[in-house]
């Protein structure tokens, strides 16, 4: 069986139900939770009456700020924490948003507590608030004096603002996205139980360390009287990457009642209980020369903050780098309002900060009158215009060569309104590129050759559906020239191994990295070539030994030693894309073709083409479905996804799956995926550069430049929806 | 949720019994699916749950019949909507079926529990806190003023403007459908467009039935205007979405593609199943061409009153009438 014939691991376990998430553990004599939430959108309890909801037959336990839960917080994932804000709720009166909970009931069962939760009764008293970006009573900070680190420092490259101004070509127009929410399948949620004094967690989640390392901190125990158990996530998307404030009073719960406590969050409060897609407005200033060759951009961005936290923002990472532009100017600022924190959600400011400057290449090339992948490829960079520094690889030009001629963009009709379908339906064609950063983290990895032949891998990462443990077992079996059923990976378990946060994309090549160092050692210890098949049974029983196990910590080129620290503690220390000798980026090409359908005009995505450029793909079939995923996240990024938000109440309003829009199976036309496929040995031995977040970036401009060639108008807000072309 | 007595009575007759022995209040379970979910959310809190599903007297659907199409209240909305002469002799009525909710709620919902689906409005979904003139009466509406854009535009009032969210119901009124009804006081009939009410001043009370009835059949005339006809849904996406602007429309032609018999109603916009009589009256006669459609989307639309961000869905709805008209038209005999 090759490489590309490998079937996802899992996959079987998961279509049959035999897969086991965090919430379908149910030990015996677990009890259930149910969080009450707060329904004003600022303000202070006055009154919190349990009465009837304690009076609810089966119902063991309400927890409130009444009662002292005997917890601190876990602090801010981004300021030396663990959780995805720094305010844990329950511990005082304050409610500093609608949809924040303030009491949490326990019951024998899922009905009781439903019901009791029903029952609680809050009082407020009320206090002003602002929620959506122009609301008075926000303020707004810039980044580079609001957190003071040098990475955090505004973009500024060569004199944008005069090279703009001398400009013969300029565009300057606003765009904005968001919010938006990750909605993945798997609820939020979990059991926590005791055992003796080790508190044993089953929760989904991109960060069992940091769940480790939180709630350690949290109840003030040793990090070692906390195992987490994650090994499937049932789709995360940046919301599962932290410590979330439901799991420490769930401790709490499980300890005073003696029993395992589960919950899972109704999926209308997953919208105010984790974090997600901020607003971000963005204002962006292109100049060119009448060829379309770029000489300035300035790139400003507004992003919506909670008041308690800062995201910080890194939107101009990407789109200094896109072009070789030599005089750019970024600013961040942002916004406080009164939600959660919002945080990470797939390509948290890639897919905005492409969807502005993508679209503003667009209209540059159509400023210019030149073909949009033409402009493209005239503008390539060959050195990253920031640092100055060389790409560890780029093939983005070959991304979108590729892409051109798979997709047939030769036979563009280059004026807006100038393609129609035979049944004369306007179709329109777009492209956009992206970029995304590749990250390396700290990964301690381990390899266990047993006489038998197998050979077990256990290792820092998680399995949230993009294919950890398929390009693991895949890799091992590769190396070692054995059979992929002879190779087992866990992952998403902190009783093997200490984890840093899957996300950022970063999971695979760093994890693959660790295995690909215990795996030498493995060959030391096993006395066998370092290169070519091995018999693991026969070299394992030369040994002598029953099971030989070798185990390697590996971290980012140039990365600092503390930064494995970080990572066995749980905290984030991700290396990257800036390091010593290099920079390091994935890169894509989308090409997309829309039919706005006449009568109401509404979009349809009929085709799309992506090609990456991702290094080696490590794991064909996943990569692959990454892609595909990607590009239908996309399409609901840019045509129907957007968590709607009434001033007058704070919040997110449409918290459900059926109005929380995301596309079905018949919204999405046929995808082509490709890879360029040129291994990145400069970023580490595999080759390996990072996909499941560039695969987003870039789609939904190409789909709203696509719509600006069927129908002339430029969309600058998603999503764009029938009223806006109507 | 709260706890609930259940019962499950074996026929039409102890259903009634059991329904009147429950009281006001009780809830009728059918497919389920809107029932469970709402009971979920707190809006339905039936103190008691009589199950019909299983009841024989609302099975089975004949849509052979020579002077109408009747269809058993408890019909799965997949298995009508998949009945090959409804597909054939009145496509819009297996459209507005096939075009609700997923294959999985119809597999279980049942075209006589989905004539009385409640609204999707949010505020109404949305708990206690937001203030609803249908939960609680004299709370008063936060649509109004707020988040509109599914909001009705026709047949609000200052007291509610949510959205009327079925399909079938928008089909049935066009065809001029009659339920039959059970009750302790023995059966009646009433039309269908006497089943569903304004909201007024009184936006709780969105029907006429009586609390111990029981729907039991869904009746159509047979018209030939069947065949010309279409349900025409607009929507945020392909399918599992309540409609922005739908159309149920059947025509006839005559010489010169001249309109004979015309019904058109309109859905997704309205408070109710909303039959546009004026509309037909303009086409009967007309030549149907793209002028005569739209004039009569535009009469569709004449009383409309728009809010805060549903005005677009005027326009959409008078082009959603007007594209139903076309397929209707290319459908229908001549």
Redesign the interface.
């Known amino acids: 069986m090759t490489n590309a014939e490998m079937p996802r691991v899992g996959a079987r376990e998961k279509v049959t139900g035999a897969a086991r998430y965090g919430a379908d553990h149910t030990p015996p004599g677990v009890a259930y939770a149910m969080p009450v939430v707060a329904t004003v959108g600022k303000g202070r309890i006055t009154r919190l009456d349990t009465t009837a909801a304690e009076a609810v037959s089966g119902v063991l336990l309400v927890l409130s700020h009444l009662d002292d839960l005997g917890i601190v917080p876990a602090g801010y994932i981004m300021a030396g924490g663990y959780a995805f804000q720094s305010l844990q709720p329950l511990l005082d009166d304050r409610v500093a948003y609608r949809g924040q909970p303030i009491a949490l009931v326990v019951a024998d069962t899922l009905v009781a507590a439903a019901e009791a939760a029903g029952l609680v009764r809050a009082v407020y008293e009320e206090e002003p608030f602002a929620v959506e970006l122009d609301a008075a009573g926000t303020e707004t900070v810039l980044q580079e004096e609001a957190l003071p680190l040098p990475f955090l420092a505004d973009v500024v490259v060569g004199d944008a603002d005069g090279a703009y101004e001398r400009s013969p070509l300029r565009v300057d127009a606003v765009y904005e996205a968001g919010p938006q929410h990750q909605v993945p399948m798997e609820l939020i949620g979990g059991v926590a139980e005791w055992r003796g004094d080790t508190l044993v967690v089953h929760e989904g989640s991109q960060s069992v360390g940091a769940l480790r390392g939180g709630l350690a901190r949290q109840l003030g125990l040793d990090p070692d009287r906390v195992e987490v158990i994650a090994p499937y996530v049932g789709g995360g998307f940046g919301q599962k990457n932290s410590l979330q404030p439901h799991l420490a009073p769930l401790a709490v719960a499980a300890r005073r009642l003696g029993r395992p406590v589960k919950l899972v969050l109704p999926r209308a409060d997953t919208f105010h209980a984790a974090s997600f897609r901020p607003v971000s407005r963005h204002r962006v200033r292109l100049g060119a020369d009448r060829s379309g060759r770029l000489l300035a951009a300035i790139h400003e961005v507004d992003q919506q903050a909670s008041r308690h936290d800062l995201l910080p923002a890194s939107y101009t990472e990407i789109t200094s780098r896109l072009y070789d532009i030599r005089n750019f100017r970024g600013r961040q600022r942002h916004v406080r309002t009164d939600v959660q924190t919002p945080g990470y959600m797939r390509a948290p400011f890639e897919h905005p900060a492409a969807f502005a400057l993508e679209s503003a290449v667009d209209e540059l090339a159509h400023a210019a009158g030149r073909d949009p992948v033409e402009l493209r490829l005239a503008n390539d960079a060959v050195k990253d215009p920031v640092t100055g520094k060389p790409f560890s690889s780029r093939h983005l030009a070959a991304c979108l060569r590729r892409g051109a001629e798979l997709f047939g963009w030769a036979g563009r009709s280059p004026d807006p309104c100038s393609m129609r379908a035979a049944d004369g339906t306007p179709v329109g064609w777009g492209v956009a590129a992206g970029a995304y950063p590749a990250m390396t983290v700290p990964v301690l990895a381990r390899v266990r050759a047993g006489a038998d032949g197998g050979v077990l891998v256990e290792a820092g990462g998680h399995e949230m559906g993009q294919g950890m443990t398929s390009a693991l077992v895949s890799a091992v079996a590769q190396d070692l020239g054995i059979g992929a059923g002879s190779v087992r990976a866990v992952v998403g378990d902190t009783r093997v191994a200490p984890h840093h946060l899957t996300a950022g994309a970063w999971g695979t090549h760093s994890t693959l990295l660790a295995v690909h160092a215990a795996l030498r050692e493995l060959r030391e210890r096993l006395g066998v070539p370092p290169e070519g098949p091995v018999d693991v049974a026969a070299a394992v029983a030369a040994t002598g030994e029953r099971e030989v196990v070798t185990e390697a910590v590996t971290r980012g080129p140039g990365q600092p030693p503390e930064a494995v620290d970080r990572m066995r503690a749980g905290l984030v220390a991700p290396d990257g894309p800036d390091y010593p000798d290099h920079v390091a980026f994935s890169f894509v090409a989308h090409f997309v073709e829309v039919r706005v359908e006449p009568a109401a005009p509404r979009v349809r995505v009929s085709r799309v083409v992506s090609v990456a450029d991702c290094g080696r793909v490590a794991s064909p079939v996943t990569a692959d479905a990454q892609v595909r995923g990607a590009v239908v996240w996309g399409i609901g990024a840019a045509l129907s996804e957007h968590s709607e938000v009434d001033p007058r109440f704070g919040g997110f309003l449409n918290a459900d799956l059926a109005d929380y829009v995301i596309p079905v199976n018949a919204d999405v036309g046929a995808i082509e995926v490709d890879f360029i496929g040129e291994p990145d040995l400069t970023l580490n031995p595999m080759g390996v550069k990072t996909l499941g977040e560039v695969a987003l970036v870039g789609v939904a401009p190409a789909i709203a430049n696509a719509v600006f060639h069927a129908t002339g108008r430029r969309p600058r807000r998603l999503p764009i929806r029938i009223e806006d072309l109507l | 949720?709260?706890?609930f007595a259940y019962a499950v009575p074996a026929t039409l007759d102890e259903a009634l019994r059991a329904l009147s022995e429950a009281g006001p209040g009780a809830k009728l379970l059918a497919g389920g699916t809107t029932l469970y979910d709402l009971m979920?959310l707190?809006v339905e809190t039936p103190p008691a749950v009589v199950d019909i599903r299983a009841l024989p007297e609302l099975a089975g659907v004949d849509t052979a019949g020579a002077s109408e199409l009747s269809f058993g209240a408890g019909a799965p909305m997949a298995d009508v909507a998949a009945d090959p002469v409804l597909r054939r002799d009145y496509p819009a009525l297996a459209e507005s079926l096939a075009k609700a909710a997923s294959q999985q709620l119809r597999n279980v919902a049942t075209v006589g529990g989905n004539l009385l689906q409640r609204t999707?409005c949010?505020?109404f979904r949305?708990?206690?806190?937001?203030p609803c003139n249908k939960r609680r009466p004299g709370s008063g509406c936060?649509a109004i003023?707020?988040?509109d854009r599914g909001h009705a535009l026709l047949g609000g009032s200052d007291a509610c403007i949510a959205t009327y969210p079925g399909d079938w119901a928008v089909a049935l009124i066009a065809f001029d459908a009659i339920l039959d009804v059970a009750g302790p006081r023995g059966s009646r009939t009433l039309p269908l467009a006497g089943l569903h009410v304004e909201p007024g001043d009184r936006p709780d009370r969105e029907h006429t039935l009586a609390w111990d009835e029981i729907v039991t059949r869904i009746r159509v005339p047979v018209t030939a205007a069947g065949r010309g006809s279409t349900y025409h849904k607009?929507r945020?996406?392909?399918?599992?979405?309540?409609a922005?602007?739908s159309a149920a429309v059947a025509v006839t032609l005559g010489a010169g593609g001249t309109v004979e018999e015309c019904r058109v109603a309109v859905g997704g916009v309205a408070t109710r199943p909303w039959r546009c009589h004026e509309a037909e009256r303009e086409l009967v006669g007309a030549v149907l061409d793209r002028g005569s459609a739209r004039r009569a989307g535009e009469t569709a639309f004449a009383e409309a009153r728009p809010g805060r961000q549903n005005a677009?869905r005027i326009?959409?709805g008078v082009?959603?009438v007007?594209?139903a008209l076309r397929i209707a038209g290319e459908r229908a005999e001549r």
Do not use: I, N
């Open positions: 949720m709260r706890p979920k707190d999707r949010p505020y949305g708990g206690l806190a937001f936060a003023g707020g988040l607009v945020d996406r392909e399918s599992y979405a309540f922005l602007a677009f326009e959409l082009r959603t007007a594209e």
